[in-house]
């Protein structure tokens, strides 16, 4: 695989772990013993049977729990963090034919930052989703995240060109819907003005 298109498949999988940390896990885990994915040096446990238990019992569980209205807040708090690592992790495994003073900047930077921004976006859909709906409506996001998660993380490995533009689309409409947020929703929390 060309370096390109390891950067590419590494940013897909990033943003994948942002909307569930597990399913691009594992998505990289199968792809690396079917042989479809040849991981950087110190990457080969991905392709473990321990592994493919490990992460897929761990994204089945992942994406269960986020059905509980109460519990999806507190996954976040976990979630979040772990997003970043798996982000990081996952564009380090990917990126073969970068040298590591390279391949680890780009990793903890690009592919940690990316997983944590789509992450904070899910967290404040979520939020807009409890505050609006009391908590209704977030199971029908928590599986939108799911199969998001899925999506991003087959397409990263089969088609990296697409995923990293369904990433940046991604980006882009967290960013708005933040804007949209800070000009439309604050003012009106923070109330009128005095002076």
Do not use: C, K
Request: avoid cysteine; charged fraction near 10%; glycine fraction near 12%.
């Amino acid at each position: 695989m060309g370096t390109v298109l390891g950067v590419m498949l590494g940013l897909g999988m990033a943003a994948a772990a942002g909307l569930r940390v597990f399913v691009p896990l594992l998505a990289a885990a199968v792809a690396v013993r079917t042989g479809h994915l040849h991981p950087a040096a110190g990457f080969a446990w991905l392709g473990s049977t321990p592994a493919l238990v490990m992460f897929g019992t761990a994204a089945v569980v992942e994406a269960l729990a986020y059905l509980v209205p109460w519990l999806d807040h507190l996954l976040d708090t976990i979630a979040t963090p772990a997003a970043v690592v798996a982000g990081a992790a996952l564009v380090a495994a990917v990126t073969v034919d970068l040298p590591p003073e390279v391949r680890w900047p780009l990793a903890l930077i690009a592919g940690g930052g990316l997983a944590g921004l789509v992450q904070l976006g899910t967290v404040g859909a979520r939020g807009m989703s409890t505050a609006t709906t009391a908590g209704l409506a977030n199971p029908l996001f928590a599986m939108l995240e799911t199969g998001g998660a899925v999506v991003l993380a087959v397409l990263a490995v089969l088609v990296p060109v697409v995923a990293l533009l369904l990433a940046v689309g991604l980006v882009v409409a967290i960013v708005r819907t933040g804007r949209w947020v800070a000009r439309r929703v604050a003012p009106a929390v923070r109330g009128p003005v005095r002076r």
